[in-house]
Protein backbone atom coordinates (compact mmCIF):
# COMPACT_ATOMS: atom_id res chain seq x y z
CA UNK A 1 0.00 0.00 0.00
CA UNK A 2 1.64 3.29 -0.91
CA UNK A 3 0.65 6.68 -2.65
CA UNK A 4 -0.28 5.32 -5.71
CA UNK A 5 -2.73 2.68 -4.08
CA UNK A 6 -4.38 6.11 -2.60
CA UNK A 7 -4.33 8.17 -5.30
CA UNK A 8 -6.09 5.36 -7.49
CA UNK A 9 -8.42 4.73 -4.00
CA UNK A 10 -7.74 1.19 -3.92
CA UNK A 11 -7.75 -0.78 -0.83
CA UNK A 12 -7.29 -4.47 -0.19
CA UNK A 13 -8.82 -6.83 2.88
CA UNK A 14 -6.61 -6.52 5.98
CA UNK A 15 -5.67 -9.82 7.22
CA UNK A 16 -5.90 -10.04 10.75
CA UNK A 17 -2.75 -9.78 13.04
CA UNK A 18 -3.24 -12.55 15.80
CA UNK A 19 0.50 -13.29 17.79
CA UNK A 20 0.64 -9.81 19.19
CA UNK A 21 -2.42 -11.18 21.73
CA UNK A 22 0.21 -13.30 23.37
CA UNK A 23 1.41 -10.03 25.31
CA UNK A 24 -1.48 -9.58 27.45
CA UNK A 25 -0.54 -11.80 29.68
CA UNK A 26 2.33 -9.96 30.73
CA UNK A 27 0.89 -6.96 30.57
CA UNK A 28 -1.90 -8.36 32.64
CA UNK A 29 0.66 -8.41 35.28
CA UNK A 30 1.51 -4.64 35.25
CA UNK A 31 -2.77 -3.74 35.66
CA UNK A 32 -2.57 -6.36 38.55
CA UNK A 33 0.69 -4.28 39.98
CA UNK A 34 -0.41 -0.69 39.17
CA UNK A 35 -4.30 -0.74 39.03
CA UNK A 36 -5.06 -3.44 40.95
CA UNK A 37 -7.06 -4.96 37.77
CA UNK A 38 -7.85 -8.60 37.57
CA UNK A 39 -9.05 -10.41 34.75
CA UNK A 40 -12.65 -10.86 34.94
CA UNK A 41 -12.43 -14.28 33.18
CA UNK A 42 -14.85 -13.09 30.53
CA UNK A 43 -13.38 -12.56 26.88
CA UNK A 44 -15.02 -11.92 23.49
CA UNK A 45 -14.42 -12.16 19.50
CA UNK A 46 -16.56 -9.59 17.81
CA UNK A 47 -17.21 -10.50 14.06
CA UNK A 48 -19.39 -9.24 11.45
CA UNK A 49 -22.16 -11.81 10.73
CA UNK A 50 -21.91 -12.57 6.79
CA UNK A 51 -25.37 -12.64 4.46
CA UNK A 52 -23.76 -14.61 2.38
CA UNK A 53 -22.38 -17.80 3.55
CA UNK A 54 -25.48 -19.00 5.09
CA UNK A 55 -24.25 -22.33 6.19
CA UNK A 56 -22.36 -20.17 9.01
CA UNK A 57 -24.66 -18.78 10.25
CA UNK A 58 -26.18 -20.81 13.16
CA UNK A 59 -23.86 -20.94 16.45
CA UNK A 60 -23.93 -24.52 15.95
CA UNK A 61 -22.11 -24.32 12.73
CA UNK A 62 -20.19 -21.33 13.91
CA UNK A 63 -19.34 -23.87 17.26
CA UNK A 64 -18.15 -26.43 15.07
CA UNK A 65 -16.10 -24.34 12.73
CA UNK A 66 -14.39 -23.23 15.53
CA UNK A 67 -13.81 -26.76 16.57
CA UNK A 68 -14.28 -26.33 20.17
CA UNK A 69 -14.08 -29.00 22.64
CA UNK A 70 -16.48 -27.65 25.92
CA UNK A 71 -14.24 -29.30 28.28
CA UNK A 72 -11.96 -26.05 28.96
CA UNK A 73 -14.95 -23.63 29.67
CA UNK A 74 -17.83 -22.02 28.65
CA UNK A 75 -17.92 -21.27 25.16
CA UNK A 76 -21.26 -18.91 23.84
CA UNK A 77 -22.52 -17.35 21.28
CA UNK A 78 -24.49 -13.97 21.23
CA UNK A 79 -26.02 -11.12 18.49
CA UNK A 80 -25.49 -7.87 19.89
CA UNK A 81 -28.35 -5.25 18.68
CA UNK A 82 -25.74 -3.74 16.35
CA UNK A 83 -26.21 -7.17 14.19
CA UNK A 84 -22.83 -8.03 15.37
CA UNK A 85 -21.90 -11.33 16.65
CA UNK A 86 -19.77 -12.25 19.72
CA UNK A 87 -18.18 -15.32 20.79
CA UNK A 88 -17.82 -15.53 24.68
CA UNK A 89 -15.47 -17.46 26.17
CA UNK A 90 -15.62 -18.05 29.94
CA UNK A 91 -12.25 -18.76 31.70
CA UNK A 92 -10.52 -17.67 34.94
CA UNK A 93 -7.44 -18.29 33.69
CA UNK A 94 -6.58 -15.22 31.52
CA UNK A 95 -3.89 -17.26 29.86
CA UNK A 96 -6.34 -19.58 28.38
CA UNK A 97 -8.93 -17.09 27.72
CA UNK A 98 -5.97 -15.67 25.04
CA UNK A 99 -5.04 -19.29 24.12
CA UNK A 100 -8.53 -19.88 22.95
CA UNK A 101 -9.65 -16.60 21.31
CA UNK A 102 -6.30 -17.32 19.69
CA UNK A 103 -7.42 -20.46 18.33
CA UNK A 104 -11.01 -18.96 17.12
CA UNK A 105 -9.32 -16.24 15.11
CA UNK A 106 -6.60 -18.66 13.84
CA UNK A 107 -9.62 -21.42 12.35
CA UNK A 108 -11.78 -18.48 11.54
CA UNK A 109 -8.84 -16.89 9.16
CA UNK A 110 -8.57 -20.80 8.11
CA UNK A 111 -11.92 -20.60 6.99
CA UNK A 112 -11.34 -17.75 4.99
CA UNK A 113 -13.46 -15.08 7.55
CA UNK A 114 -10.34 -13.10 8.63
CA UNK A 115 -11.39 -10.31 6.90
CA UNK A 116 -14.82 -10.28 9.24
CA UNK A 117 -13.38 -10.25 12.23
CA UNK A 118 -13.24 -6.86 13.94
CA UNK A 119 -11.95 -6.82 17.75
CA UNK A 120 -11.42 -9.11 20.49
CA UNK A 121 -11.71 -7.69 24.24
CA UNK A 122 -10.82 -9.03 27.43
CA UNK A 123 -12.34 -7.99 30.30
CA UNK A 124 -10.51 -6.72 33.74
CA UNK A 125 -12.01 -6.06 37.04
CA UNK A 126 -10.88 -4.27 40.34
CA UNK A 127 -9.52 -7.09 42.44
CA UNK A 128 -10.78 -5.54 45.64
CA UNK A 129 -14.16 -4.01 44.38
CA UNK A 130 -15.19 -1.12 44.20
CA UNK A 131 -11.62 -0.19 43.12
CA UNK A 132 -11.65 2.75 40.09
CA UNK A 133 -13.53 0.72 37.84
CA UNK A 134 -13.45 -1.78 35.30
CA UNK A 135 -11.60 -1.74 32.22
CA UNK A 136 -11.70 -3.75 28.89
CA UNK A 137 -8.86 -4.31 26.70
CA UNK A 138 -9.73 -4.19 23.07
CA UNK A 139 -7.62 -5.81 20.14
CA UNK A 140 -8.15 -4.56 17.03
CA UNK A 141 -7.19 -7.49 14.70
CA UNK A 142 -6.83 -5.77 11.42
CA UNK A 143 -3.92 -3.27 13.62
CA UNK A 144 -3.06 -5.83 15.99
CA UNK A 145 -3.31 -2.75 18.47
CA UNK A 146 -4.63 -3.31 21.67
CA UNK A 147 -6.42 -0.26 23.39
CA UNK A 148 -8.57 0.19 26.83
CA UNK A 149 -12.12 0.66 27.19
CA UNK A 150 -13.28 2.11 30.35
CA UNK A 151 -17.35 2.67 29.63
CA UNK A 152 -18.88 4.27 32.86
CA UNK A 153 -22.32 4.34 32.19
CA UNK A 154 -24.58 4.76 28.28
CA UNK A 155 -22.57 6.47 26.61
CA UNK A 156 -19.85 7.99 28.75
CA UNK A 157 -16.40 6.45 29.12
CA UNK A 158 -13.93 7.75 31.95
CA UNK A 159 -10.88 8.58 29.97
CA UNK A 160 -8.74 9.30 32.70
CA UNK A 161 -8.67 5.81 33.72
CA UNK A 162 -8.14 4.71 30.33
CA UNK A 163 -4.63 7.32 29.65
CA UNK A 164 -3.62 5.82 32.85
CA UNK A 165 -3.66 2.18 31.30
CA UNK A 166 -1.95 3.53 28.50
CA UNK A 167 0.60 5.01 30.33
CA UNK A 168 1.27 1.68 32.42
CA UNK A 169 1.13 -0.54 29.38
CA UNK A 170 2.85 1.50 26.72
CA UNK A 171 6.36 -0.97 27.32
CA UNK A 172 4.21 -4.47 27.59
CA UNK A 173 1.70 -4.05 24.89
CA UNK A 174 1.93 -2.84 21.51
CA UNK A 175 -0.77 0.02 22.21
CA UNK A 176 -2.77 2.00 19.83
CA UNK A 177 -0.84 5.35 19.28
CA UNK A 178 -3.97 6.85 17.49
CA UNK A 179 -6.10 8.35 20.41
CA UNK A 180 -8.83 8.45 17.67
CA UNK A 181 -8.89 4.81 16.86
CA UNK A 182 -9.97 4.06 20.48
CA UNK A 183 -13.53 4.11 19.46
CA UNK A 184 -16.26 2.76 21.79
CA UNK A 185 -18.10 -0.61 22.07
CA UNK A 186 -21.47 1.03 23.90
CA UNK A 187 -23.13 -2.11 25.66
CA UNK A 188 -20.81 -4.40 24.90
CA UNK A 189 -21.55 -7.97 26.12
CA UNK A 190 -18.10 -9.17 27.84
CA UNK A 191 -17.79 -8.28 31.43
CA UNK B 1 3.03 25.50 36.24
CA UNK B 2 3.62 21.96 35.85
CA UNK B 3 4.39 21.01 31.97
CA UNK B 4 1.38 19.04 30.65
CA UNK B 5 2.10 16.39 28.83
CA UNK B 6 -0.87 17.18 26.80
CA UNK B 7 -1.23 18.24 23.13
CA UNK B 8 -2.61 19.73 20.42
CA UNK B 9 -5.50 18.62 18.04
CA UNK B 10 -2.81 18.72 14.67
CA UNK B 11 -5.63 17.50 12.59
CA UNK B 12 -7.47 20.95 13.59
CA UNK B 13 -4.70 23.06 13.60
CA UNK B 14 -3.73 21.82 10.04
CA UNK B 15 -7.36 22.01 8.98
CA UNK B 16 -7.39 25.56 9.87
CA UNK B 17 -4.20 26.42 8.68
CA UNK B 18 -5.27 24.32 4.96
CA UNK B 19 -8.14 26.56 4.91
CA UNK B 20 -6.59 30.00 5.26
CA UNK B 21 -3.92 29.10 3.66
CA UNK B 22 -6.74 28.31 0.18
CA UNK B 23 -8.25 31.36 1.13
CA UNK B 24 -5.22 33.75 0.86
CA UNK B 25 -4.33 31.58 -2.24
CA UNK B 26 -7.50 31.56 -3.76
CA UNK B 27 -7.18 35.89 -3.52
CA UNK B 28 -3.35 36.02 -4.97
CA UNK B 29 -4.25 33.73 -7.84
CA UNK B 30 -7.35 36.33 -8.34
CA UNK B 31 -5.89 39.29 -8.16
CA UNK B 32 -2.88 38.09 -10.53
CA UNK B 33 -5.63 37.19 -13.20
CA UNK B 34 -6.67 40.49 -12.89
CA UNK B 35 -3.58 41.84 -13.06
CA UNK B 36 -2.51 39.69 -16.18
CA UNK B 37 -6.04 40.72 -18.36
CA UNK B 38 -5.22 44.34 -17.71
CA UNK B 39 -7.57 45.52 -14.83
CA UNK B 40 -6.42 48.34 -13.44
CA UNK B 41 -5.40 47.95 -9.50
CA UNK B 42 -8.25 50.42 -8.64
CA UNK B 43 -10.38 47.82 -9.72
CA UNK B 44 -8.43 44.51 -8.22
CA UNK B 45 -8.79 46.59 -4.61
CA UNK B 46 -12.63 46.81 -5.41
CA UNK B 47 -12.94 43.27 -6.03
CA UNK B 48 -10.88 42.48 -3.51
CA UNK B 49 -12.77 44.11 -0.96
CA UNK B 50 -15.99 43.46 -2.24
CA UNK B 51 -15.11 39.43 -1.91
CA UNK B 52 -13.60 40.24 2.40
CA UNK B 53 -17.13 41.86 2.75
CA UNK B 54 -19.31 39.22 0.89
CA UNK B 55 -17.23 36.73 3.43
CA UNK B 56 -17.81 39.10 6.43
CA UNK B 57 -21.50 39.74 5.52
CA UNK B 58 -21.71 35.91 5.48
CA UNK B 59 -19.86 34.83 7.98
CA UNK B 60 -22.93 32.88 9.68
CA UNK B 61 -24.29 31.15 6.60
CA UNK B 62 -19.59 30.26 5.50
CA UNK B 63 -19.22 28.62 9.16
CA UNK B 64 -22.64 26.86 9.21
CA UNK B 65 -22.17 25.44 5.87
CA UNK B 66 -18.92 24.32 6.35
CA UNK B 67 -19.13 22.70 9.77
CA UNK B 68 -22.57 20.72 8.30
CA UNK B 69 -24.57 22.78 11.13
CA UNK B 70 -28.28 23.12 11.63
CA UNK B 71 -29.74 25.57 13.53
CA UNK B 72 -32.00 24.39 16.82
CA UNK B 73 -34.94 25.48 18.32
CA UNK B 74 -35.12 25.34 22.19
CA UNK B 75 -37.84 22.37 21.60
CA UNK B 76 -35.08 20.68 19.69
CA UNK B 77 -32.16 21.19 22.07
CA UNK B 78 -33.17 22.70 25.53
CA UNK B 79 -30.67 22.43 27.48
CA UNK B 80 -28.20 23.83 25.41
CA UNK B 81 -30.71 26.82 24.61
CA UNK B 82 -31.74 27.17 28.65
CA UNK B 83 -27.97 27.58 28.84
CA UNK B 84 -27.43 30.36 26.09
CA UNK B 85 -30.22 31.92 27.49
CA UNK B 86 -28.95 32.40 31.43
CA UNK B 87 -25.69 33.37 29.81
CA UNK B 88 -27.09 36.30 27.67
CA UNK B 89 -29.38 37.83 30.49
CA UNK B 90 -26.47 37.55 32.48
CA UNK B 91 -23.91 39.12 30.02
CA UNK B 92 -27.04 41.46 28.85
CA UNK B 93 -26.42 40.70 25.52
CA UNK B 94 -28.92 39.96 22.52
CA UNK B 95 -29.66 36.20 22.27
CA UNK B 96 -28.11 34.42 19.27
CA UNK B 97 -29.25 31.96 17.40
CA UNK B 98 -28.01 28.34 18.28
CA UNK B 99 -27.07 25.74 16.03
CA UNK B 100 -25.45 22.15 16.40
CA UNK B 101 -23.04 20.30 14.29
CA UNK B 102 -23.91 16.37 14.13
CA UNK B 103 -19.92 15.67 14.75
CA UNK B 104 -17.88 13.89 16.75
CA UNK B 105 -15.32 15.88 17.40
CA UNK B 106 -15.88 18.40 20.61
CA UNK B 107 -15.36 21.82 19.43
CA UNK B 108 -17.75 24.61 19.00
CA UNK B 109 -17.78 28.45 17.55
CA UNK B 110 -19.41 31.49 17.14
CA UNK B 111 -19.72 33.69 14.04
CA UNK B 112 -21.82 36.51 12.39
CA UNK B 113 -21.40 39.80 11.44
CA UNK B 114 -22.59 41.31 14.16
CA UNK B 115 -24.55 40.06 17.60
CA UNK B 116 -27.61 40.61 16.69
CA UNK B 117 -26.69 38.77 13.54
CA UNK B 118 -24.81 36.30 15.66
CA UNK B 119 -25.29 32.25 15.54
CA UNK B 120 -23.64 29.97 18.44
CA UNK B 121 -22.69 26.50 17.22
CA UNK B 122 -22.06 23.54 19.53
CA UNK B 123 -20.78 19.98 18.33
CA UNK B 124 -22.63 17.04 19.00
CA UNK B 125 -19.16 15.47 20.12
CA UNK B 126 -19.20 18.34 23.27
CA UNK B 127 -22.44 18.12 24.11
CA UNK B 128 -21.86 14.99 25.07
CA UNK B 129 -18.70 15.43 26.97
CA UNK B 130 -18.97 17.97 29.01
CA UNK B 131 -21.20 18.20 32.00
CA UNK B 132 -23.75 21.69 31.70
CA UNK B 133 -21.16 23.91 33.85
CA UNK B 134 -18.12 23.17 31.62
CA UNK B 135 -20.66 23.29 28.45
CA UNK B 136 -21.75 26.45 30.27
CA UNK B 137 -18.04 27.53 30.15
CA UNK B 138 -17.04 27.02 26.77
CA UNK B 139 -20.60 28.77 25.59
CA UNK B 140 -19.43 31.75 27.69
CA UNK B 141 -16.22 31.79 26.21
CA UNK B 142 -17.60 31.64 22.36
CA UNK B 143 -20.27 34.79 23.33
CA UNK B 144 -17.33 36.60 24.15
CA UNK B 145 -16.22 36.34 20.70
CA UNK B 146 -19.67 37.67 19.59
CA UNK B 147 -19.62 40.86 22.27
CA UNK B 148 -15.63 41.36 20.72
CA UNK B 149 -17.21 41.42 17.58
CA UNK B 150 -14.57 38.89 16.31
CA UNK B 151 -15.66 38.27 13.32
CA UNK B 152 -15.07 41.86 12.19
CA UNK B 153 -11.80 42.46 13.40
CA UNK B 154 -10.32 39.38 11.81
CA UNK B 155 -11.90 40.29 8.33
CA UNK B 156 -10.27 43.68 8.60
CA UNK B 157 -6.66 42.15 9.19
CA UNK B 158 -7.40 39.88 6.81
CA UNK B 159 -8.03 42.60 4.58
CA UNK B 160 -5.35 44.32 5.38
CA UNK B 161 -2.59 41.65 5.33
CA UNK B 162 -3.69 40.89 1.40
CA UNK B 163 -3.17 44.97 0.53
CA UNK B 164 0.03 44.57 2.30
CA UNK B 165 0.78 42.11 -0.68
CA UNK B 166 -0.73 43.89 -3.23
CA UNK B 167 0.94 46.93 -2.61
CA UNK B 168 4.22 44.97 -2.48
CA UNK B 169 3.27 43.52 -6.03
CA UNK B 170 2.92 46.79 -7.33
CA UNK B 171 5.59 48.03 -5.98
CA UNK B 172 7.69 45.37 -7.35
CA UNK B 173 5.80 46.54 -10.60
CA UNK B 174 6.90 49.29 -10.99
CA UNK B 175 10.57 49.05 -10.62
CA UNK B 176 10.18 46.58 -13.07
CA UNK B 177 9.17 48.77 -15.63
CA UNK B 178 10.74 52.05 -14.64
CA UNK B 179 14.58 52.69 -14.95
CA UNK B 180 15.94 49.71 -17.52
CA UNK B 181 13.53 49.98 -19.99
CA UNK B 182 14.73 48.64 -23.37
CA UNK B 183 17.37 46.74 -22.21
CA UNK B 184 16.23 44.50 -20.35
CA UNK B 185 15.62 40.93 -22.48
CA UNK B 186 13.33 38.40 -22.01
CA UNK B 187 15.47 36.35 -19.70
CA UNK B 188 15.84 39.23 -17.36
CA UNK B 189 12.11 39.86 -17.48
CA UNK B 190 11.19 36.42 -16.19
CA UNK B 191 13.81 36.53 -13.64
CA UNK B 192 11.87 39.80 -12.04
CA UNK B 193 8.64 38.34 -12.78
CA UNK B 194 9.86 35.22 -10.29
CA UNK B 195 11.31 37.75 -8.15
CA UNK B 196 7.85 39.78 -8.21
CA UNK B 197 5.74 36.31 -7.12
CA UNK B 198 8.46 35.14 -4.61
CA UNK B 199 8.23 38.41 -2.64
CA UNK B 200 4.63 38.67 -2.78
CA UNK B 201 4.02 35.47 -1.56
CA UNK B 202 6.58 35.82 1.17
CA UNK B 203 4.12 39.56 2.23
CA UNK B 204 1.44 37.60 1.77
CA UNK B 205 3.03 34.38 4.62
CA UNK B 206 3.98 37.13 6.54
CA UNK B 207 0.34 38.73 6.86
CA UNK B 208 -0.88 35.42 7.74
CA UNK B 209 1.13 34.48 10.66
CA UNK B 210 0.23 38.25 11.99
CA UNK B 211 -3.29 37.27 11.65
CA UNK B 212 -2.75 34.16 13.62
CA UNK B 213 -1.16 35.92 16.30
CA UNK B 214 -3.82 38.28 16.51
CA UNK B 215 -6.66 35.47 16.28
CA UNK B 216 -4.40 33.59 19.47
CA UNK B 217 -4.85 36.97 21.41
CA UNK B 218 -8.59 36.92 20.57
CA UNK B 219 -8.78 33.81 22.04
CA UNK B 220 -6.90 34.53 25.54
CA UNK B 221 -9.67 37.85 25.36
CA UNK B 222 -12.42 35.53 24.76
CA UNK B 223 -11.07 32.92 27.89
CA UNK B 224 -10.88 35.59 30.08
CA UNK B 225 -13.94 37.55 29.69
CA UNK B 226 -15.84 34.18 29.03
CA UNK B 227 -14.67 32.95 32.56
CA UNK B 228 -15.23 36.38 34.29
CA UNK B 229 -18.87 36.08 32.81
CA UNK B 230 -19.48 32.84 34.77
CA UNK B 231 -17.12 33.49 37.54
CA UNK B 232 -15.44 30.57 37.38
CA UNK B 233 -12.44 30.28 35.65
CA UNK B 234 -11.66 26.63 36.61
CA UNK B 235 -14.39 25.46 35.38
CA UNK B 236 -13.43 26.85 31.34
CA UNK B 237 -10.59 25.45 32.17
CA UNK B 238 -11.75 21.78 32.72
CA UNK B 239 -13.38 22.07 30.13
CA UNK B 240 -10.79 22.97 27.84
CA UNK B 241 -8.71 19.78 29.36
CA UNK B 242 -11.81 17.72 28.53
CA UNK B 243 -12.08 18.79 25.20
CA UNK B 244 -8.76 19.71 23.80
CA UNK B 245 -5.53 17.39 24.00
CA UNK B 246 -5.20 13.63 24.15
CA UNK B 247 -8.89 13.29 25.84
CA UNK B 248 -10.45 15.08 23.31
CA UNK B 249 -9.09 12.65 20.93
CA UNK B 250 -11.07 9.47 22.28
CA UNK B 251 -13.98 9.24 20.33
CA UNK B 252 -17.64 8.48 21.65
CA UNK B 253 -18.50 6.92 18.44
CA UNK B 254 -19.14 3.34 18.46
CA UNK B 255 -16.64 0.88 16.80
CA UNK B 256 -19.09 -1.21 14.96
CA UNK B 257 -21.20 1.96 13.93
CA UNK B 258 -18.25 4.36 12.54
CA UNK B 259 -18.21 5.70 9.72
CA UNK B 260 -14.97 5.11 9.00
CA UNK B 261 -15.37 1.43 9.11
CA UNK B 262 -13.27 1.07 6.30
CA UNK B 263 -10.79 1.49 8.68
CA UNK B 264 -10.95 -1.55 10.48
CA UNK B 265 -12.41 -3.82 7.73
CA UNK B 266 -9.58 -2.77 4.86
CA UNK B 267 -5.65 -1.75 5.30
CA UNK B 268 -5.95 2.26 5.24
CA UNK B 269 -4.02 3.58 1.59
CA UNK B 270 -1.95 5.80 3.40
CA UNK B 271 -1.42 5.75 6.80
CA UNK B 272 -2.26 8.30 9.54
CA UNK B 273 0.50 10.31 10.22
CA UNK B 274 0.43 13.44 12.63
CA UNK B 275 1.58 16.17 10.86
CA UNK B 276 3.76 18.86 12.67
CA UNK B 277 1.66 21.95 12.40
CA UNK B 278 3.55 25.50 12.83
CA UNK B 279 0.82 27.72 12.77
CA UNK B 280 -1.94 28.28 14.94
CA UNK B 281 -5.06 30.44 15.38
CA UNK B 282 -5.73 29.10 19.16
CA UNK B 283 -3.02 29.34 21.68
CA UNK B 284 -1.53 26.57 23.75
CA UNK B 285 -3.68 24.58 26.14
CA UNK B 286 -0.47 25.35 28.95
CA UNK B 287 -1.00 29.70 28.35
CA UNK B 288 -4.67 29.40 28.40
CA UNK B 289 -5.13 27.38 31.36
CA UNK B 290 -2.36 29.27 32.75
CA UNK B 291 -3.65 32.40 32.30
CA UNK B 292 -7.39 30.76 33.90
CA UNK B 293 -5.05 29.41 37.14
CA UNK B 294 -4.46 33.20 37.71
CA UNK B 295 -7.64 34.26 37.08
CA UNK B 296 -9.14 32.19 39.15
CA UNK B 297 -6.70 33.36 42.31
CA UNK B 298 -7.88 37.02 41.37
CA UNK B 299 -11.34 36.09 41.26
CA UNK B 300 -12.27 33.81 43.83
CA UNK B 301 -8.68 33.50 45.92
Known amino acids: MGLRDALFGRTKPAAPKLDNLFALPTAALTLQSQLDLVTSGEAGLCFKAGSGESSIT ?3 DLTQLLDFDESGGKVSFTTDDLGFKWLLIHDPDLGNLV ?59 DNELELRVQSFLGSDLPMEKDLSRWMALWNLPVN | MAKTNIEKDHGLDVR ?24 SFVFVIVIGAG ?18 AHEVTPAEEPRLHQI ?26 ATGRSPSHAVICATRGIMTRLNDEELEAV ?28 VGRIAMWGAMFSGGGNNRDGEQMVLLEIATWLISIVIYVIAYL ?20 IGKPSVLASALVHITGDIGKIPRTDLRKSEGMNAFFFAPALASGTAASL ?14 KKLEIELNG
Open chain 1, 58 to 60: SDE
Open chain 1, 99 to 157: TRIHGANTSMVEHGLGERLLCAVFGFVPATPPGEGSVRMVYLLKQGTFYPFAPTGKDQR
Open chain 2, 16 to 39: MFITGLALVLLYAIIVTLLLRFGV
Open chain 2, 51 to 68: LLFSQYYFSDKIAMFSMH
Open chain 2, 84 to 109: VDRLCLLGNVPKPRVGVAEMDMPNAF
Open chain 2, 139 to 166: LAHELSHVAHRDVAIMTIASGVGMLAGL
Open chain 2, 210 to 229: LTMALSRYRELAADRSGAIL
Open chain 2, 279 to 292: FSTHPSLEKRLDQL
